[in-house]
């Protein structure tokens, strides 16, 4: 299984999730699933879990250490 990009002439490219198979010598492709009503980082993760990367959670990757006040912050944006 892929993701293909299929390019439209002035909007966002059509993502499908697409598989191959054959027949006789013929290669084929199969759709399985339009991915465009995602965003690009949710096709991005599937492009990579398809490629057998990993994928966690972002709160499994960082640790808080410390965090500041943002309450000035806050008053000079209002």
Excluded: C, F
């Excluded at 002035?10 to 290669?27: A, D, F, N, Q």
């Excluded at 994928?55 to 640790?63: A, F, G, I, T």
């Amino acid at each position: 299984m892929h993701i293909d990009g299929v390019p439209n002439r002035s909007s966002r490219p059509t993502y499908l999730l697409r598989e191959s198979y054959r027949e006789g010598k013929k290669v084929r492709k199969r759709t399985i699933a339009n991915l465009s009503a995602l965003s690009d980082e949710q096709i991005e993760s599937i492009r990579a879990v398809l490629a057998g990367h990993t994928v966690r959670p972002v709160e499994e990757l960082w640790q808080t250490v410390r965090s500041r006040a943002h309450g000035a912050v806050r008053a000079v944006r209002v």
